[in-house]
């Protein structure tokens, strides 16, 4: 709030004032501070809906402390979009089914999270072979996902769950990203969603790194079965994880640490996998990492398109009565283009038909043989 105080050229008690509650800006002050920071002024009047349920982030390092208030500003917005949305179309059912069956997070060992791992797709009917595009599969079960910049390597996605809706929402991070990362960190915040549902902000921040753990191992579960994968992999070395890679699209770091915690290889032949990966330049970038562009959310991109195109709401009364944001973030959040609210859709022009064309019916025309070669 000092950083804002200065900016507008404010005093830092008065602004201070604003954010406990103990006064509100004159109308023409609230006109000012919303053009300084890009809002309508009904953004301060919209309902706060907080959740006693915390945002799932990789790390609470205090040194992340702006990143992390972005981060759950943003992910804020894409709860408030969605609802929003939803006021007009009917989005994909949630469809997680209750794996935890009144367990705790605390009971669960990893022979539960392969278990769930192996019951989340029978439920969903994937098989247990690579589930494809993770993004589009979260989507139509229920998931909302955005994808936006993060703007710090320490924090690749983040998972809560809506107090408006009670709906799931993943935000994934857009910069220094793959098709294979992006996999793993979408089935990372699924993970949450499902196991650490009900934890609280005083247990995520005392068992953080057990919390994590989880995630990760039922991500990975998740993405290479204990029933095929290993199978698959009677051999291991780096080159027959380069031919995985392509087929089950995960990553080969992920697939070396999978095979270590299924005990397929011990613990000092993955470090010295490890280090042949480093070697080869495989920490900045892996085999294929170009060839597959990660997965992009379209159920709210193609929600707004399917309200506008069908003259439910025009552009410019979705800003004016739905979103108090800026256009811009909305965009952003949605995966709709730069500058879409602002396009209007191109008139349709039809010609005129010719007078003297037959109508009626099909048109007629003249049929032209071309002599045979040869």
């Not at 290993?230 to 780096?238: A, D, G, I, K, Q």
């Not at 379209?298 to 009364?317: F, P």
């Amino acid at each position: 709030m000092s950083a804002l105080a200065r900016a507008m050229s404010l005093n830092p008690s008065t602004v201070s004032r604003w954010e406990d509650g103990g006064s509100a800006p004159d109308p023409e002050m609230l006109t000012r501070l919303a053009a300084f920071l890009g809002v309508r002024p009904e953004f301060f009047f919209r309902p706060e809906h907080v959740s006693a349920r915390p945002m799932f982030l990789r790390s609470l390092s205090s040194t992340l402390v702006r990143d992390l208030q972005y981060q759950s500003a943003q992910m804020r917005w894409l709860q408030e979009i969605s609802h929003a949305v939803e006021h007009y179309v009917d989005l994909p059912a949630v469809d997680i089914p209750d794996v935890m069956a009144g367990a705790s997070y605390h009971q669960l060992r990893d022979e539960d999270l392969e278990r769930i791992a192996l019951d989340l797709r029978r439920h969903w009917r994937l098989g247990d072979g690579p589930c494809g595009d993770m993004v589009p599969l979260l989507e139509r079960f229920g998931f909302i996902v955005g994808v936006i910049e993060m703007g710090t390597v320490k924090l690749d996605g983040l998972c809560s769950w809506s107090p408006i809706d009670d709906r799931p929402h993943i935000l994934l991070a857009s910069d220094k990203m793959s098709f294979a990362r992006r996999q793993m960190d979408a089935a990372h915040e699924m993970a949450h969603a499902i196991l650490h549902r009900n934890v609280t902000e005083e247990q995520l921040k005392r068992d953080l790194k057990l919390i994590e753990t989880q995630a990760f191992r039922l991500a990975s579960a998740f993405l290479l079965p204990s029933t095929t994968y290993p199978v698959e992999m009677r051999f291991p070395s780096l080159a027959t994880m380069v031919t995985a890679k392509e087929r089950w699209r995960v990553s080969i770091k992920a697939q070396i640490k999978r095979l270590a915690d299924l005990d397929v290889i011990p613990g000092d032949f993955a470090t010295h996998l490890y280090k042949l990966y480093s070697a080869k330049g495989w920490t900045k970038e892996e085999p294929f990492d170009r060839q597959w562009a990660p997965g992009e959310p379209r159920v709210l991109r193609d929600a707004l398109h399917l309200i506008v195109d069908e003259g439910v709401r025009s552009k410019s009364d979705l800003l004016a009565l739905e979103f108090t944001i800026p256009a811009g973030d909305v965009e952003n959040l949605t995966g709709l283009p730069p500058g879409w609210f602002t396009h209007e859709a191109a008139t349709v022009v039809r010609l005129k038909p010719n007078p003297g064309q037959a109508s009626g019916g099909a048109e007629t025309g003249e049929v032209i043989s071309f002599p045979r070669k040869g």
